[in-house]
């Protein structure tokens, strides 16, 4: 019945090892099993670990350039309206009704190029849009490795208008509002994170009644709509409208920005208009021609696809009524915006009179006599005693005309009438715009109305002035010089206090300032101003 117990035990010990052996390998199993358990679940719920729809199976949505759901995007996403700085004060006259029905018997003509037919798919990518109203960026099948490139829009700040400027495939929906911007083929035509902008193509940026338009960068080239009608130059995305039908503003807000935007490409770009104005077309079709060799494409009435080799969208404002050279566009200046004009209209002088005495005033030449005009207006602000002006000036030893430029005209048969003269004179309004076709070195001088009105005259004139090289004299008048004494007397506020009108706001500023009170000028104090710019013109 007994064995040997010394087998016993080591037979005993052999089976512990055995299956302990099995043991802890079943029990590494078990840990490795836990620990994919847990990693799965932590890759499901962990924030950065979503994962990305495939481009290729995106859901399907309609054409990103269809009208309808343009409108219903629009109509859902928030816009954010901002009032405009108080330091942007500009003339205030704007132009009766019918003043605005002028220079239709030249409409805008719609280019009409050959159709390019085309077949390319049409499956879209979503884009989301986010809860701000100026801006909107998203990411279609993100790839956070994708090399960064530079923006196609140029967002600055809350008052520099917003300007978007383009390389490549362009497409262009007029109606629908729309600017697609298709992947290049350096890429692969495939854009992993797109962006959209929604962009006033006017120089201010919150100026009310100017749509937005839509820049949208496209994932995949195959989501880029058919071309109906190619382009072989780029295009130049403006509105019109705004302040437009005020000379001044007719080139503060529209015509310098544009030009700053189209000046690189020599005639070859395509104006295409949102909010076109029929009658600004035909006062301004020689500046407009000769900034764009292309008919202007209006840009509401467009339902075509618009194909072009790049583009640029809105137009931006350097100061009112100037150009800054260190700001972009950069390196454009006044002198060369003055210098553009005068060779649009074939104006012949670059330079005024020079005057020159053998020995002094009383020697001086008398077939010589600079050219003086002083600009008439029907309106508040006009000078009652012209006639003593003129007689005055006269005098003194200047040749004077009397300038009223039409408003229902081409703007190049006034500009040649400034152009011939050598200092033009006038109360601040918007007449006073002429002074852009005046000889580099003429003499400028504005009489700034009663009112402590000598900022506005120098953000609206004085600093564009010297920007162009002119000779600036401003000259301002007193209470004795102002019809508001007659009208108002001498103890209204607008007469005694000016200091209490402008605390009160813009509003009554135009309204007694502006729009009513003429100037009677003192010629005793204003024989020296006529003086001093005959010896300008010596100098």
Request: charged fraction near 25%; hydrophobic fraction near 35%; proline fraction near 8%.
């Amino acid at each position: 019945m007994g064995g040997d117990p010394g087998k016993v035990i080591k037979n005993m010990k052999g089976a512990a090892q055995k299956y302990l052996g099995v043991g802890f390998l079943l029990g590494f199993f078990l840990v490795l099993l836990t620990y994919f358990t847990v990693s799965e679940q932590f890759a499901i719920t962990a924030p950065n670990a979503v994962r990305r729809a495939s481009p290729g199976h995106a859901h399907t949505s309609a054409s990103p350039i269809t009208p309808a759901v343009e409108e219903k995007r629009q109509q859902e996403a928030p816009v954010i309206e901002e009032k405009p700085p108080k330091a942007e004060l500009a003339p205030e006259e704007k132009p009766p009704n019918a003043e605005q029905e002028e220079a239709q018997e030249n409409p805008p003509r719609v280019e009409v190029e050959e159709p390019h037919a085309e077949t390319e798919m049409d499956q879209q990518k979503p884009v989301s849009d986010d809860d701000d109203g100026r801006r909107s960026s998203s990411i279609v099948g993100g790839d956070d490795s994708a090399p960064a490139k530079k923006p196609a829009c140029d967002i600055q700040g809350p008052w520099a208008s917003d300007v978007c400027d383009i390389d490549g495939d362009v497409r262009i929906h007029g109606s629908a509002g729309t600017v697609l911007i298709a992947p290049s083929i350096e890429s692969g035509g495939r854009n992993p994170n797109t962006q959209e902008w929604r962009i006033r193509p006017y120089s201010r940026k919150h100026q009310p009644g100017i749509k937005e338009v839509t820049v949208r960068e496209l994932a995949s080239a195959g989501d880029a709509p058919p071309c109906d009608v190619r382009s072989p130059v780029p295009a130049l995305v403006l509105a019109m409208g705004g302040l437009s039908g005020n000379y001044w503003h007719d080139f503060s807000d529209i015509l310098i920005p544009l030009y700053l935007q189209a000046a690189r490409f020599d005639g070859e770009v395509q104006l295409v208009v949102e909010n076109i104005q029929p009658w600004y077309v035909g006062k301004y079709r020689t500046i407009l021609r000769r900034l764009s060799r292309h008919d202007v494409v209006d840009m509401d009435k467009d339902d075509r696809v618009r194909c072009f080799p790049g583009a640029v969208v809105g137009i931006r404002m350097h100061k009112e009524f100037s150009i800054d050279p260190e700001r972009e566009p950069r390196g454009h200046s006044m002198p060369e915006f003055t210098a553009f004009l005068r060779e649009t209209f074939s104006l012949p002088r670059a330079a005024p009179t020079r005057l020159t005495a053998a020995g002094g005033e009383d020697e001086e030449d008398e077939r010589v006599k600079p050219r003086m005009m002083i600009i008439s207006r029907r309106h508040p602000r006009k000078l009652v005693n012209v006639d003593d002006v003129v007689a005055l000036a006269r005098r003194v030893g200047f040749e004077v005309v009397i300038g009223d430029p039409p408003f229902n005209v081409d703007v190049g048969e006034f500009a040649r009438e400034v152009n011939a003269v050598d200092v033009l004179v006038g109360v601040h309004g918007a007449g006073l715009t002429n002074s852009l076709f005046l000889p580099t070195g003429a003499v400028f001088i504005q009489i700034n109305p009663y009112g402590k009105m000598e900022h506005i005259g120098e953000v609206d004139f004085g600093i564009p002035a010297v920007d162009m090289g002119l000779k600036y004299m401003a000259y301002s008048a007193g209470v004795e010089e102002s019809t508001l004494v007659d009208t108002l007397g001498r103890d209204h506020p607008a007469v005694r206090d000016p200091e209490s009108i402008h605390r009160s706001g813009w509003g009554k500023v135009a309204e007694f300032y502006l729009g009513k009170q003429d100037i009677r000028l003192d010629l005793q104090r204003f024989e020296p101003v006529l003086r001093k710019a005959m010896q300008l013109l010596r100098e």
